[in-house]
């Protein structure tokens, strides 16, 4: 049955409106503290290690009560408050005129200013602080990474970007999926046929899985996440669970890495628990799992000591407290071995979607 979005038409420029108010009260706050012939200076939630905590109810990383204070006073902070303000201005400038950049983008632009970064990296940190401030992700104020991933199934998008206004497409109109870049991002969702989500880590098996046909057989959206997925195709993949009600189900490889892959998807990262709507708490880990390959007698290779001491990691990670996820740690602990989503080939190219596939989504329910 055809879902439609319950969201208003106008969500997108609603949530740019609220950015941009956000922005214009930073900005205004420094501008009053200036005209008061004060130190200007901004309060941040802090992100150190020690205010990271777990909150059990949202299922991901949070950050705690303790800020910090970043004055123009202090002459170590100038450098940074002055990145930092750079920075609100350059975006609101991207918001209003409908653009946008991506994070390398900043880092250039920054120089044609004279405001100096010793390298990106810098750059992104000032970002990250900008989203703690106003309480926005970077994607909101039109600030993205370089695009990989794709999406692919019978799914209507209307475009909300301007030029392309109105303008509707299904994403089964490419054979090699449609990227997801910041116009599809904040597209909305017009019409959709499929009634579950399945997302898969590698490109390979992605394809294969347009070619076997994998979207009308489960009735799918497919979700290429090109290894760890970008914000902007969590944010996506939240908004397919949210809005439409899919369920989600996630296909890595067989290693602590996938294993992450998709704890990352369902409770986020402590690197953005200053973020919320990038999770999907009720997604499914649906493997490959450490009991798969010795289930099905998969090809694999010895684990190594990065991948034990990371399994090792996981297991004390409250994020990983799950029944199945402990079974699985210690079953890939127990066997030394990992595998890649490609050793079930060793069965024929098809044996995945004809075979490993449909008895894991009967498993899950």
């Given at each position: 049955?055809?879902?439609k979005s319950?969201?208003?038409?106008t969500?997108v420029?609603?949530?740019?409106?609220?950015v941009?108010?956000?922005?214009?009260?930073?900005g205004?706050?420094?501008?009053?503290?200036?005209?008061?012939?004060?130190?200007?200076k901004?309060?941040?939630?802090?992100?150190?290690?020690?205010n990271?905590?777990?909150?059990?109810?949202?299922?991901?990383?949070v950050?705690g009560?303790?800020?910090?204070?970043?004055s123009?006073?202090?002459?170590?902070?100038?450098?940074?408050?002055t990145?930092?303000?750079?920075?609100?201005?350059?975006?609101?400038?991207?918001?209003?005129?409908?653009?946008?950049?991506?994070?390398r983008?900043?880092?250039?632009?920054?120089?044609?200013?004279?405001?100096?970064?010793?390298?990106?990296?810098?750059s992104?940190?000032?970002?990250?602080d900008?989203?703690?401030?106003i309480?926005?992700?970077?994607?909101?104020?039109?600030?993205?990474?370089?695009e990989?991933s794709a999406?692919?199934?019978d799914?209507?998008?209307?475009?909300?970007v301007?030029?392309?206004?109105?303008?509707?497409?299904n994403?089964?109109m490419h054979?090699?999926?449609?990227?997801i870049?910041?116009?599809?991002?904040?597209?909305?969702?017009?019409?959709?046929?499929?009634?579950k989500?399945?997302?898969?880590?590698?490109?390979?098996?992605?394809?294969?899985f347009?070619e076997?046909?994998?979207?009308k057989r489960?009735?799918?959206?497919?979700?290429?996440?090109?290894g760890?997925p970008?914000?902007?195709?969590r944010?996506?993949?939240?908004r397919?669970?949210?809005?439409?009600?899919?369920?989600?189900?996630?296909?890595?490889?067989?290693?602590?890495?996938?294993?992450?892959i998709?704890?990352?998807?369902i409770?986020?990262?402590a690197?953005?628990?200053?973020?919320?709507?990038?999770?999907?708490?009720?997604?499914?880990?649906?493997?490959?799992?450490?009991?798969?390959?010795?289930?099905?007698?998969?090809?694999?290779?010895?684990?190594?000591?990065?991948?034990?001491?990371?399994?090792?990691?996981?297991?004390?990670d409250p994020?990983?407290?799950?029944?199945?996820?402990?079974r699985?740690?210690?079953?890939?602990?127990?066997?030394?071995?990992?595998?890649?989503?490609e050793?079930f080939?060793?069965?024929?190219?098809?044996?995945?979607?004809?075979?490993?596939?449909?008895?894991?989504?009967?498993?899950?329910?």
């Open positions: 049955m055809a879902q319950k969201k208003k038409p969500r420029k609603e949530r740019k409106k609220k941009l108010e956000a922005l214009e009260k930073l205004r706050d420094v501008y009053d503290q200036l005209a008061h012939k004060e130190f200007p901004v309060s941040l939630p802090s992100r150190s290690t020690s990271i905590c777990y909150d059990p109810v949202l299922r991901q990383y950050l009560e303790k800020t910090s204070i970043r123009a006073r202090n002459i170590r902070h100038v450098r940074p408050f990145q930092l303000i750079w920075v609100a201005s350059f975006v609101h400038t991207l918001i209003k005129e409908g653009r946008t950049s991506t994070l983008d900043v880092y250039y632009s920054a120089q044609a200013y004279d405001i100096e970064f010793s390298d990106q990296q810098e992104d940190d000032i970002i990250t900008l989203e703690t401030v309480s926005f992700a970077r994607e909101d104020f039109n600030v993205f990474p370089e990989r999406i692919f199934g799914l209507t998008i209307e475009y909300t301007p030029g392309y206004e109105g303008r509707r497409i994403l089964t054979p090699d999926g449609v990227m870049g910041p116009a599809l991002t904040s597209a909305e969702f017009v019409e959709c046929k499929a009634d989500v399945i997302v898969i880590e590698k490109g390979a098996m992605f394809t294969r347009i076997e046909g994998a979207f489960f009735n799918a959206i497919l979700v290429h996440t090109a760890q970008p914000r902007a195709t944010r996506l993949i939240r397919l669970n949210q809005e439409l009600g899919l369920p989600v189900y996630i296909f890595t490889d067989g290693d602590p890495w996938g294993m992450h998709a704890m990352v998807i409770s986020g990262s690197n953005a628990a200053h973020l919320r709507e990038l999770t999907t708490p009720d997604a499914k880990w649906a493997g490959v799992w450490a009991s798969d390959i010795v289930k099905y007698k998969l090809p694999s290779d010895p684990l190594q000591d990065v991948d034990i001491k990371r399994l090792h990691e996981l297991r004390e994020r990983y407290s799950g029944k199945l996820w402990q699985e740690i210690k079953t890939f602990l127990k066997i030394k071995k990992k595998s890649e989503q050793a080939s060793r069965y024929g190219l098809s044996y995945i979607v004809d075979k490993y596939v449909p008895d894991k989504l009967k498993e899950l329910g």
